[in-house]
């Protein structure tokens, strides 16, 4: 199976916020991630957001915790959660482990889509800005259940004491 290199596109039409998510979606897209989370928590007539996953192969842990950033970004401003349609059975696996449906509608059915999605330039990060979303996202997921908890406290407590071996620079 050919794995293809993640990409992100997005589009804002009639005030729904869809976001879609292509290929390997991995901690280098974590950044874009990240700059479209901030920006929705602003956006003036949004009615609702819409996360496609039909098109991921794969979705790392540092990019679910940018996806759980967007449904916090909104919450409260919105009648209903986040939607994430994925119908990969690995996908939906993971977000079901995840806690994704406390935070977001999980559905596999077809959408309306917007005529026109745009793909976002992927935001450079270096390698302390990458070590910070990383810890971030890792810190969000692990506020969404018990589960995130454990599994992911060893990573964080790695990265904590990397941060103060290494202070900034």
């Known amino acids: 199976m050919q794995i293809h290199e993640g990409r992100i596109k997005a589009a804002f039409d009639s005030g729904v916020f869809v976001l879609r998510l292509c290929g390997d979606v991995r901690l280098t897209l974590s950044a874009t991630l990240d700059n479209q989370a901030k920006r929705l ?92 979303r990383i810890l971030e996202a890792h810190r969000i997921l692990m506020r969404m259940s018990e589960h995130n ?7 964080v407590e790695m990265l904590e004491s990397q941060e103060v071996a290494s202070p900034p620079r």
């Open 149 to 155: 908890r454990e599994e992911f406290q060893p990573l």
């Open 41 to 132: 928590a602003d956006v003036p007539g949004l009615k609702a957001v819409m996360i496609d996953l039909r098109k991921t192969t794969n979705v790392d842990s540092t990019a679910l915790g940018f996806l759980a950033k967007v449904a916090m970004a909104v919450q409260g401003r919105l009648e209903q959660p986040p939607t994430i349609v994925a119908d990969n059975p690995d996908v939906q696996r993971m977000l079901d482990v995840m806690g994704f449906s406390r935070y977001f509608t999980l559905v596999e059915a077809p959408i309306t889509e917007p005529s026109e999605l745009s793909v976002l330039d992927e935001i450079p990060a270096d390698e302390d800005g990458l070590r910070q």
